[in-house]
């Protein structure tokens, strides 16, 4: 199985930028990346994915190195609901339709 | 829109007791449906995955079993639990597509004493 790698934690303060790092140099060329975050007593909601091309949607940015062994979510003003588990995974196809989850980074935000 | 159901939000049992988890979809046909678990302060854990009724995939061997008995629902058993049973149970779907995101439910809180 492809694996990420993402730091345990970060801390950012509110309204600055936020870049959080995730290393997956097995990636396969079909795998997709995809970022879901998890706030406290939730389940999991989707952010965001790509392939290959940075990709932008209303709640973050996701870049995508050139030879996609890692990748940066970013959100570009983090406010204190940002708070939360930020999971980097990729769509893992020889385990059919599963998503394995890491530890994901737990993001501090700051006032 | 589709809507993930999942019941209840919190359970406390007995250690040997039975346990019945149940979760349904609304407004989509033939998903693929998910059993997470997370410990305390702990990642996700992939259980069992389903693609359709009655066909289930178990990633993990344990004291925990899945059915699926209809389309849209996806029930975790188990017969007697055990104190490590305890943790936070999601529930989630996809459509049947390549790359679809996940959907997750709101999550059981167990607690096993």
């Known amino acids: 199985d492809a694996k990420t790698t993402q730091p345990n934690s970060m801390e950012s303060n509110e309204e600055e930028p936020v870049h959080l790092p995730c290393n997956h140099s097995?990636?396969?060329?079909?795998?997709?990346i995809h970022w879901y975050r998890q706030l406290p007593s939730q389940g999991p909601e989707y952010v965001i994915h790509?392939?290959?091309s940075n990709v932008n949607n209303r709640m973050a940015s996701l870049a995508i190195a050139e030879d996609r062994k890692s990748s940066t979510l970013i959100l570009h003003r983090a406010t204190l609901r940002d708070a939360a588990v930020y999971y980097c995974i990729l769509r893992d196809n020889q385990a059919g339709t599963a998503l394995i989850f890491g530890k994901g980074t737990t993001l501090s935000v700051s006032s | 829109s589709q809507t993930i159901h999942q019941w209840p939000a919190t359970l406390v049992q007995p250690v040997g007791s039975p346990l019945s988890l149940e979760c349904t979809v609304e407004g989509t046909s033939n998903p693929n449906l998910y059993w997470y678990r997370q410990a305390a302060g702990r990642g996700l854990q992939l259980l069992f995955y389903?693609?359709?009724?009655?066909?289930i995939s178990s990633e993990v061997p344990q004291n925990l079993s899945a059915s699926r008995p209809q389309d849209r629902q996806f029930i975790l058993s188990s017969k007697k639990l055990l104190l490590s049973d305890s943790g936070f149970y999601l529930c989630a779907w996809t459509r049947q597509a390549f790359n679809e995101k996940l959907f997750f439910g709101s999550g059981t809180q167990l607690s096993v004493l």
């Open positions: 790509g392939l290959t």
């Open positions: 389903s693609v359709g009724i009655g066909q």
């Open positions: 097995t990636i396969s060329g079909t795998d997709y």
